[in-house]
């Protein structure tokens, strides 16, 4: 995969950018960077997008005393969150974003204080500021503000939910998350390769596969590492495991999420022996550290893999027994529809990933745009409905879940034998950048990686899926009633974790 | 009808709980389970091949201990696979929490350089 890069003045990178993406090419994600560190003068801010000819970075380099520049957002909205993190955390200023409010540092840190840039320590502690977060409301008679979060009456992660109400119907929604930064990025700045992987692969704790082998394959990709066949066939297999039991336990989730028992108690079951394959085959009941640049960590346990196809057969049978339980219910299937409705137009507006794309007839899937690991030897089926509503995540996910336990089953019993763990090659040049992407069960989860010296991380950004799509869950829930958030929470069910980072 | 009465009642009340009896029965792991690291004192040679590839640099190596931080271990095994005297083995112990954060701390004495 070639790099290619164009560079353009500050003043013309949203213009250009959104050329491109007008001409075809696709937004990946926004990055800003301190370039001091691999022979820059001062920041800069890049585009990466995925166009016909492979991908392109288009990016500005602007000067650390004053880093403005036309701000993406107007003309490209799923730049919005982008922008606003790489203002918070490299200090870059987005002239003419709509919403300069801060994102990722919350408004006790102080002014100026930007942790990725290059001056600033890891591990500094600045002194606690007393701003406030100021919600985006709705004001006018009868119109009354109900704040939910960030702790939650269950085991959820945390955020604040603000909600601008009148009577039980929802006017509008302004959400506000990162209460989970730990600057991981920082941390795996100036660590060797291996040294940051479990950072990422521990942003959090339901996409590790994905965002494993998304790091994996740019820092293959960086030092012109061969992947061996075995591992590239079982890199397939983990994915399609964890895309499974997080599919299945999200469909029971959002049983949960309408108090619909039947569903939600078979469906966690069902989860748990999902989890209890994933523990016999490699020792983790979340897949953790499997995946290495140049293949996995260990092989997968002997002999597990030859009684997968029917114990994934019989997980099939059961899912499918259990989804009919719930689309037998008129009850549930009522509370399904209807609710909790995006259009398409907002989702591609606002770049909207993975279920939350498929729900509104967005066929997207990078296994078969850009196949990776073994997915371009195998038949992957992009599912989609269209109504966009809370029914049609449920449908999506019942039928990927059903998906990939085919591919699952596929792949366990053509699996290669061999080596399962490669060389890695040579430490690439410092300043040396490479993208690359994987299918995770949210979507798919980028990760732009630049090496320092002798094989370090200069800069490292894990754009998860999840951080694509939580500023459509805000656009799906006015016009809905307020007890109808939880079910429309989890018909996304994304992550905060690896949003937050 | 039936269908429903076999799969929603039947059934559960033929296969029993699906819960383990934890902490009465000890759970029943996986052979390839990762759960607490230990060193065998007799094959250590403090060579520090382990510290150097913890991710979490949660080992420390002098002449008479090998002590491990389980605040800081991730258990991804990479000490394990690179010690180069196969001395660290990661075991089925998954039941770890202590009360005190200095307890979290394990320390096994080694004779250093081997034997």
Same mark, same amino acid.
């Given at each position: ?154 085991? !959820?992660? =945390? @955020?604040?939910? +603000? ?5 039980? &119907? %929802?006017?509008? /929604?302004?959400?506000? $998350? ?112 499997? !995946?290495? =640049? @140049?293949?996995? +960590? ?5 002999? &597990? %893999?030859?009684? /997968?196809?029917?114990? $994934? ?114 430490? =690439? ?73 | ?115």
């Amino acid at each position: 995969m070639s790099d290619r890069r164009l560079r353009v003045p500050a003043a013309d990178l949203a213009t250009v950018v959104a050329d491109l993406l007008a001409g075809g090419a696709t937004y990946r994600m926004l990055v800003g960077t301190d370039d001091r560190a691999v022979g820059g003068e001062g920041l800069a801010v890049e585009v990466a997008l995925s166009t016909h000819d492979g991908p392109l970075r288009v990016r500005a380099e602007l000067p650390h005393t004053d880093a403005s520049y036309a701000a993406l957002t107007p003309l490209v909205p799923a730049a919005h969150w982008d922008e606003r993190e790489a203002a918070d955390l490299l200090g870059l200023r987005p002239v003419g974003h709509p919403d300069p409010r801060r994102l990722v540092l919350h408004e006790t840190f102080p002014d100026g204080f930007h942790p990725l840039r290059k001056d600033v320590p890891a591990g500094e502690r600045p002194p606690v500021a007393d701003g406030r977060w100021e919600a985006f409301t709705a004001h006018g008679e009868g119109i009354y503000q109900l704040p939910v979060g960030p702790i939650h009456a269950g085991v !959820i992660e =945390p @955020g604040h939910f +603000r909600f601008s109400a009148v009577g039980e &119907r %929802v006017l509008h /929604l302004d959400a506000r $998350l990162f209460f989970t930064h730990r600057g991981l990025e920082k941390l795996a700045e100036g660590r060797p390769f291996t040294e940051a992987l479990p950072l990422v692969e521990r942003a959090c704790g339901v996409c590790t596969v994905t965002h494993a082998l998304a790091y994996s394959q740019a820092v293959e990709t960086l030092t012109g590492t061969e992947v061996p066949e075995r591992a590239r066939w079982a890199r397939v297999l983990l994915a399609e495991l964890e895309r499974v039991y997080n599919h299945v336990g999200d469909l029971g989730n959002i049983c949960a999420g309408m108090g619909f028992n039947p569903g939600s108690s078979r469906l966690g079951a069902l989860k748990e022996r999902l989890l209890q394959v994933n523990d016999a085959l490699t020792g983790h009941r979340y897949l953790q550290a499997m !995946i290495v =640049p @140049g293949g996995l +960590r260990r092989d997968l346990a002997a002999g &597990r %893999v030859a009684a /997968l196809p029917v114990e $994934l057969d019989a997980i099939s049978q059961e899912l499918a027994a259990a989804i009919r339980v719930v689309l037998r219910s008129d009850g549930a299937v009522s509370r399904l529809s209807r609710t909790g409705t995006v259009s398409q137009a907002t989702v591609r507006m606002l770049g909207g990933l993975g279920v939350t794309a498929k729900a509104v007839g967005i066929e997207a899937d990078l296994r078969r745009d850009e196949p990776y690991a073994a997915y371009g030897e195998l038949d992957v089926s992009v599912d989609t409905a269209h109504a966009g509503d809370v029914a049609a995540r449920f449908h999506v996910r019942a039928q990927e879940a059903h998906d990939s336990l085919r591919l699952a089953r596929e792949v366990a019993s053509r699996l290669p034998g061999g080596a399962w763990l490669g060389p890695v090659g040579g430490a =690439p040049e410092a300043g040396a950048v490479a993208m690359a992407g994987a299918e995770g069960p949210r979507g798919a989860s980028w990760i732009w990686l630049r090496a320092g010296e002798n094989g370090t991380v200069d800069r490292v950004r894990l754009r998860s899926a999840s951080f694509a799509d939580w500023p459509i869950v805000a656009s799906a829930v006015p016009g809905d009633l307020v007890p109808d958030f939880p079910l429309i929470n989890k018909s996304f069910e994304l992550c905060y974790a690896c949003t937050d980072r | 009808m039936w269908r429903d009465l076999r799969d929603r009642l039947l059934r559960p009340l033929i296969r029993g709980p699906l819960t383990a009896r934890h902490p009465a029965v000890a759970p029943s792991l996986p052979a390839a389970a990762r759960g607490l690291p230990v060193v065998d004192p007799a094959l250590c040679d403090a060579s520090g091949a382990c510290v150097m590839a913890c991710p979490t640099r949660a080992i420390t190596v002098t002449e008479q201990a090998w002590r491990l931080d389980l605040g800081r271990c991730v258990f991804c095994a990479a000490c394990a696979d690179a010690c180069p005297q196969g001395a660290i083995a990661l075991t089925g112990r998954v039941e770890l929490a202590v009360r005190e954060r200095t307890a979290a701390v394990v320390s096994t004495p080694i004779t250093g350089g081997g034997s």
